[in-house]
């Protein structure tokens, strides 16, 4: 078993951020959630991790995120991102945006920095620039009962942004939203990963998402989760309506979509 975080993994994985080798989780009381499955991560990649629910997406998430050790295997994560008092290699988006309801966005957006005891204007400064970079500027001063459910979101974004981590690691981020926010989330994503280069892993049950997102799908079989297939997807960059109306798109998703279902198939039969 070993969980590490170094400057930069060894050898050839110079320019990989993550790298699971042979990891496997097993929780208390025996249930075996993950692997084992091996997956290196490139630096400033975005990967989608799919898989149908209970497969062990967010067990993988939480082995990379350091909240839990594997079983067995390896988990590296590279880089150790102190760029700021309270800077991390890593930062975590929930499906839930858990903000504070008594607080302001401002104080909200603020907080891993105010845990690090960073000086009150240096987290206005980052407070205002993760503010911007989600479009809300405007309402840094508001509470979160004044927020749609894609302001929240966008809220809980700039939080694992304050800290200006060099890996967003995003749990369903966009899962009990509407179509038509996911989409404009999904967009203003994928702008925030080529403006800024961080290096995504994005976990979503859903095939359209992860093929319009990502430069990678990683499918996942049922529990324990190991993978099942990987796709490199093709599109055009930027990625637009365009891509999301193209036949090269329905293909992609028809791929993905029949790997899945044929990971689910194969282990019913096992
Ligand atoms: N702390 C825990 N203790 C025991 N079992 C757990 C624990 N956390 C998760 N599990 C089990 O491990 C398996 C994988 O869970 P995990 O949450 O990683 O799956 P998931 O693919 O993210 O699911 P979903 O898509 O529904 O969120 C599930 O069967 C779950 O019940």
Redesign the pocket.
Known sequence: MALSSSPDLDGPAAACAIRLHAATKV???G?E?LGPIDLDIGRGEFVSLL?S???????ALRLIAGLARPSSGSVRVAGEATRRPGGHAIGFVFQEPTLMPWSSVRANVGLPLKIAHAPAAEIARHVDAALARVELSDFAEAYPRELSGGMKMRVSLARALVTDPDILLMD?PFAALDEITRFRLNDDLLALWRDLGKTILF?T?SVFESVYLSQRVVVMSP?P?RIAAEFRIEAPEPRGAEFRTSTGYAAQCRDVSRALADASAAQVRA
């Open positions: 929780y208390r009381g249930v959630a898989g629910s209970g497969c062990g997406k967010s067990t369903e976990v049950h529990r989760g």
